[in-house]
């Protein structure tokens, strides 16, 4: 399947924390792109799941970026399957789609690391971050050669919909006006 579809899909919201947002380039763009996925993974029925990188240094996911009650697991690995207890939440046939920091580091470790596993990905440009642009285009290109696709979020926001007919398309569609 090339369309993503809400019902097949999971959200993976990497290392979006506090003390590490202030030196993203780009970051309240990348921040702003993050909370449209998880609002519209929220209201569509989206499993989600964050992780935060040594969350005693970094601090935690930055405030009122999740909904009450998200999954949130700290890790010391790059790749996020290094901590057993994400490996283990991170199994099923769901297509993942992933926003979050750094590019070329967590997430483009953790990508390659699903994508060894024969996972589905979908890497979403427009909500992944680094502290430097070439290093965040470095990583997408390799991502892309390895086998994830690169998204947009808008790209993800209307295939999750489908349709105009969908009861909750004026909704999403407001996050991006």
């Known amino acids: 399947m090339l369309t993503l579809e809400a019902a097949r899909s999971e959200l993976l919201i990497i290392d979006i ?4 947002m202030p030196a993203i380039q780009e970051g309240p763009a990348v921040l ?17 799941l964050a992780t935060e990188q040594n969350p005693a240094g970094l601090g935690p996911t930055v405030a009122g970026l999740l909904p009450e009650g998200t999954e ?9 399957l290094g901590a057993p207890a994400i490996a283990a939440r991170l ?14 580091v967590c997430v483009l470790q953790t990508v390659l690391g699903l994508l060894q596993r024969g ?15 070439a290093n965040r285009k470095a990583a ?12 947009t979020t808008e790209m993800v ?21």
């Open 17 to 20: 924390q506090t003390r590490l």
């Open 32 to 48: 702003a792109r993050a909370r449209q996925l998880v609002t519209a993974a929220d209201r569509l029925g989206v499993p989600l």
């Open 72 to 80: 949130v697991l700290p890790k010391m690995s790059f790749d996020a």
């Open 91 to 104: 199994t099923g046939d769901r297509t993942l789609v992933v926003a979050g920091c750094e590019a070329h």
């Open 119 to 133: 996972r589905r990905v979908q890497v979403v440009a427009d909500a992944v971050g680094s502290r430097h642009a």
């Open 140 to 151: 997408l290109k390799r991502m892309r050669q390895a086998g994830a696709g690169i998204v």
């Open 157 to 177: 926001l209307f295939e999750w919909l489908g349709s105009a007919e969908h009861p909750a398309f004026r909704e999403i569609v407001a996050l991006i006006k």
